[in-house]
């Protein structure tokens, strides 16, 4: 479509950085997926027998590694929670398990940014939970690495630190659904396209951030991200 049609300016194209280069992958949608290791499930206070199940977060809510997250507005109790992201090169409906991984691009590490108090209150009242998720700057990602050099990993430590202190560390080998089932499994619910990005979910040991607090993670084998949490904005 031609840009004369366009009644205001487009917002700009969400992208996360690829590692080694100067290219970017263009973001479509973020999916995350709930409840998916059982350490967490079980910190939640939830039932750990149910499936997981998944919301979205806005493209442009993505912050590059090295960046500034401000602290958001209503909450006093944000907490990380460190994730594989899976990007897609394509899509579909119906995807079979078995075929799933051919959608796949890349990896990287991303944090599902959660204004808890907002997103519990959400619960109990039974309403949405973009509250409490899908805010501005929720979504830090860190450089993704094409699957033509890391593989489709399945295993691999999965650790987020707090002002140096270790407080998430797990391993993708927890995961009650792996990738290529949560492909299958969201794409009999949504047709899924190139550019989407998927969280597949965290490992125990989530907490609540302040402003100044730095953020480091690493997942074995796919790549690192670093966020601060900065102050407001006004």
């Known amino acids: 479509m031609s840009a004369d049609r366009f009644v205001i300016p487009p917002p700009p194209q969400a992208a996360i950085a690829v590692a080694g280069s100067d290219q970017v992958f263009p973001v479509r949608r973020i999916w995350c997926v709930g409840r998916n290791y059982v350490e967490h499930i079980r910190e939640m206070g939830q039932d750990e027998r149910l499936p997981p199940f998944y919301f ?61 108090d907002l997103q519990i209150a959400s619960r109990k009242l039974e309403r949405p939970w973009e509250i409490g998720k899908a805010f501005d700057h929720s979504a830090p990602c860190g450089a993704l690495k094409p699957a033509s050099q890391a593989g489709h990993p399945s295993k691999g430590r999965v650790v987020l630190k707090c002002n140096g202190t270790v407080r998430q ?59 601060t949490i900065g102050q407001p904005l006004k």
């Not at 912050?63 to 992201?85: Q, R």
């Not at 659904?177 to 040991?205: C, K």
Request: charged share 20%.
């Open 56 to 116: 979205a977060k806005p493209a442009d809510a993505i912050v590059a590694d090295g960046g500034i997250v401000p602290y958001p507005s209503l909450t006093k109790d944000m907490h990380h929670e460190v994730e594989l992201v899976v990007a897609l090169k394509s899509g579909g409906r119906n995807i079979p398990v078995a075929r799933a991984l051919d959608c796949v691009w890349g990896y990287g590490v991303g944090i599902d940014l959660t204004r808890r």
């Open 169 to 227: 560390d797990g391993d993708l080998e927890q995961m009650i659904w792996n990738v290529p089932e949560i492909i299958s499994n969201l794409s009999e619910m949504v047709a899924l396209e190139a550019g989407d990005i998927i969280m597949t979910g965290t490992p125990s040991g989530v907490a609540a951030v302040v402003a100044g607090d730095k953020l480091e993670c690493e997942i074995e084998g796919v790549g690192t991200l670093t966020v």
